[in-house]
C-alpha cells in the first residue's frame, strides 16, 4: 500500500496533480484545500488513499494527513463515495467539516454540491461521536514534557468546553512546543487563545 509519494509537480490544477518520481508520473486527484498548499512548489509530499475498483484504480491525494483521515471517515458514511468526499473537501476546510458534524448544522453541510437533507443528517449520525473522539484526524503526538496526566486533563477540559478533539490536539501541542513546562491551567489557557 501507498502511503505517500514524493517527487516534483510536473502538472496541477485545482483537481489534479501529476507528480513525477524516479521518472514515473503519478496521475493524483486532489480536493481545493490540497490545491491552495501545494499551488506555487515545485516539488511536493502527497498522502495517498488507493481507491481500487473492479472497473478503476485511482489515486486519491492529499497535503496533509490530517485531511487524508478525514477523507477515509467520510467515505466510511454510507451513501458518500470518494467523489463526493472530495467535494466536500473542496467546499469547506477540514475544520470547518468537523465542527458542521458536531454542531449538528445541517444547512452548512446541505451547502455543498451533491449532499442533500437526508445525506447530511446521515452524515451528522454516523460521525458525530467518532469526530467529538478524535477519529478522522491526525493523530498528533504531544509533547511529553509537561506531565502526561497533565495533558490529558487539558484535552479532556478543553473536548468537553465543546472543541474538536482534533482542534484541541493541534492547539495543546503548539502550547506545548513554545512552553513545555506549561502547568495544567496554563496549558488551559493558552489553548483557549488557539481555538
Known amino acids: 500500500m501507498i502511503d505517500y509519494i514524493k517527487g516534483d509537480i510536473i502538472e496541477l490544477t485545482p483537481t489534479e496533480t501529476t507528480l513525477e518520481n524516479h521518472g514515473i508520473g503519478y496521475r493524483i486527484?486532489?480536493?481545493?484545500?490540497?490545491?491552495?498548499?501545494?499551488?506555487?512548489?515545485?516539488?511536493?509530499?502527497?498522502?495517498i488513499h488507493h481507491y481500487l475498483r473492479d472497473d478503476e484504480e485511482l489515486y486519491y491525494g492529499f497535503a496533509t494527513k490530517d485531511e487524508r483521515e478525514l477523507f477515509r471517515l467520510l467515505i466510511s458514511v454510507s451513501g458518500i463515495g470518494a467523489s463526493t468526499a472530495r467535494m466536500m473537501l473542496s467546499s469547506l476546510t477540514s475544520d470547518e467539516?468537523?465542527?458542521?458534524?458536531?454542531?449538528?448544522?445541517?444547512?452548512?453541510?446541505?451547502?455543498?454540491?451533491?449532499?442533500?437533507?437526508?445525506?447530511?443528517?446521515?452524515?451528522?449520525?454516523?460521525?458525530?461521536?467518532?469526530?467529538?473522539?478524535?477519529?478522522?484526524?491526525e493523530s498528533n503526538i504531544l509533547l511529553a514534557s509537561a506531565s502526561d496526566s497533565s495533558v490529558e486533563e487539558a484535552v479532556t477540559a478543553l473536548v468537553m468546553l465543546g472543541f474538536t478533539k482534533a482542534n484541541v490536539n493541534k492547539a495543546v501541542s503548539a502550547v506545548l512546543k513554545e512552553k513545555p513546562s506549561s502547568s495544567l491551567e496554563e496549558i488551559i489557557k493558552l489553548s483557549l487563545k488557539r481555538l
Open 97 to 137: 467539516i468537523r465542527n458542521a458534524i458536531v454542531a449538528e448544522d445541517i444547512n452548512k453541510i446541505k451547502s455543498i454540491k451533491g449532499i442533500g437533507t437526508k445525506s447530511a443528517q446521515r452524515l451528522i449520525l454516523e460521525l458525530k461521536d467518532k469526530v467529538v473522539k478524535g477519529e478522522g484526524a
Open 29 to 47: 486527484l486532489i480536493s481545493l484545500q490540497t490545491y491552495e498548499k501545494l499551488n506555487g512548489n515545485r516539488t511536493a509530499t502527497i498522502y
